[in-house]
């Protein structure tokens, strides 16, 4: 009898929630020409939020912008060499989603509405 | 339910950033609402996620501030964990000391975490089903006397569903020591060592 293997599940870690107090910052490098570089730094925290795939719309709830950003000025790498290489299994071929599926933070406060 | 930035003081607190006035006591304010929340919500579980303590000098006896911050909490017999924020530490008393006295408080999940790894309160918790006792054998033995008995195995058979991740973030700089927001490498090295899965369990394609 040929041997059977699952192709509609997989195993994996259970998913992931992350609180720490200060939101994240990440920089980008852009390169607009083949000639020179620009470097863009932009923080990932504040980044343009992700689109309902279903929906169209921005996973954006709740208030913003009642304060300026409050995410770190400096990083070692934590987003790119942590969060993002923590995956739901050792395997890594394509589909290996990552561990870890919200992040959660403090410190930004918000000051009140008139 | 996550809860952040309570800034308590060791007084009733000075309120700010608020359109309600007159306003006194801002800590008492903020835990009535917290009972309020709490109550409408019954999370299983709260998260503190740093600034538990407003520092500034007006927290500088942390172990007064500790013991009131967590009542609307413990109160309802609800389990918590916490995070240090930038404030925490400010007015003295070290993360590592605080880290004890929310240990010794009810229904406390916080852990010092590694002390090979960068700050204070990197630890995780996993949350598990909550299953109730399960059956799992039933076995025949024949004794000497050729009666027959049962032995049955009871067990929980509960399943790793969540892992929740609780990292410091760090302070204010001291020093030449920039630490605010910044993770250095034993932290992220250290959520890819601990995350080994102990038991996983099935994904749907």
Known sequence: MDQITPDTRRLAKPNALMFFHIPLYVSRLVIPHKLFMITSFREESYAAPDVDPNTGR???????????????????????KGLLQALESDHRAGGNAKEVKVVSNGHCHGQSLP | MQIADLHFSVSSGVCRDTPLAPCTGSDNLTSTLLSRMLD????????????????QGTAWDARSVLAKFARSVTERGIPWAAVFGNHDDEDGDTRESQ?????????????????????????????????????????????QWFAVGLIVFFHRSKTHLLTLYFLDSGSYSKGFLNWFGLFVPTEYDWIHQVSAPASPHWHDV
């Not at chain 2, 880290?99 to 949350?127: F, R, T």
């Open chain 2, 99 to 143: 880290i004890k006295y929310m240990q010794g408080l009810p229904y406390s999940l916080v852990q010092a975490g590694p002390k090979d790894i960068h700050g204070v309160g990197n630890y995780l918790l996993k949350v598990m089903s909550a299953d109730s006792l399960v059956v799992l054998n039933l076995m025949a033995v024949s004794s």
């Open chain 1, 58 to 80: 921005p996973l954006d709830v709740g208030l913003h912008d009642l304060e300026g950003q409050g995410s770190a000025r400096k990083q070692d790498g934590f987003f790119h």
């Open chain 2, 40 to 55: 409408a919500e019954q999370p299983d579980l709260v998260v503190f996620s740093g600034d538990q303590l407003n520092g």
